[in-house]
């Protein structure tokens, strides 16, 4: 075995002076061949990269957590014993078919001293009110978008291209609000959901509504009503589809504490600031 990489290095001497006469000789692992310290062979990366190429022709993102999954899948049906796909691995997979990551662009960042800051204040401002008011348990209230179209932000393309489309469905600015409830004592609650509704033209129904069928209509809360009762989910609906003054939810959901015995299950009635 010795003789025959002394033999394949005579054969590389000139690339080898080469290298050797760079400024940053570190740099040189870089010149490896293809399919130099790697798990899975030659064949099998070009048939992840083969994979990438036809996600990409179609205008699908690709992740480096699919990444992952589609060389782990490979790497068993090749009979790879022990092989785990680390995130380093992706990175240095990608130089060889000069691949890269790429982001979407014009998404806000708020930076951690910001975000830090108004962490701090909120909480001084829950703990002056819990003492000026007496109050002995907080219950804390989150919304959550939950939306119809997932699609990472980030995806594996060619390096160099300006510009990657992506194709989605159109549903990406769609959603539907989830409300998460906890109180100070560490408990979590039964979620409800809060969903766009129009508003009746006519005062009376739209009281009627409001007491009756959660500001839905009529029909769209019959069609609605065996919801609540089959996955014990609370359905509200108002012209926002969120958190709003205007929400009874908000003041007068009761919330129910999920034991392990469900049917016995004690309905509470909270205030949330």
């Known amino acids: 075995m010795k003789c025959r990489n002394i033999k394949r290095c005579r054969h590389q001497r000139a690339k080898i002076e080469r290298m050797e006469a760079k400024q940053r000789p570190e740099n040189n692992q870089r010149e490896r061949r293809e399919g ?8 099998s990366e070009h048939k992840v990269v083969a994979w990438i190429n036809e996600r990409r022709k179609d205008g699908i993102p690709v992740s480096l957590t699919m990444l992952r999954v589609r060389a782990i899948e490979i790497a068993e049906e090749t ?13 240095a997979f990608m130089h060889h078919p000069k691949l890269s990551i790429r982001a979407r662009t014009r998404q806000g960042l ?4 910001e975000a830090e800051a108004a962490i701090h204040s909120f909480r001084e401002l829950v703990l002056h009110t819990k003492e000026r008011l007496g109050i002995s348990k907080v219950y804390k209230a989150d919304q959550t978008a939950i939306c119809f179209e997932y699609l990472p932000k ?17 549903k990406n600015k769609e959603w539907l609000t989830a409300m998460l409830f906890g109180d100070s004592d560490g408990n979590k ?5 809060v969903v766009k ?17 959660r500001r839905f209509g009529r029909r769209m809360w019959c069609d609605i009503l065996h919801t609540p009762d ?7 609906g108002n012209t926002k589809g969120g958190e709003t003054s205007d929400l009874p939810a908000a003041s ?14 004690q309905s509470r009635r909270a205030t949330t600031i």
């Open 36 to 43: 130099t310290a790697t798990s899975l062979s030659v064949e």
């Open 79 to 91: 009979e790879v014993d022990g092989f785990l796909e680390s995130w380093s691995c992706c990175h």
């Open 110 to 113: 708020v930076t951690t001293g």
């Open 154 to 170: 980030h995806t594996i393309s060619a390096r160099g291209t300006k510009t990657v489309w992506v194709r989605y469905a159109g």
């Open 189 to 193: 609650y039964l979620p409800f959901v």
């Open 197 to 213: 509704s129009r508003r009746s033209k006519n005062d009376d129904q739209q009281a009627e509504n409001d007491i009756h069928c």
């Open 230 to 236: 089959l996955s014990h989910l609370q359905i509200y």
């Open 252 to 265: 007068e959901v009761d919330l129910r504490a999920p034991r392990s015995d469900q049917e016995q299950r």
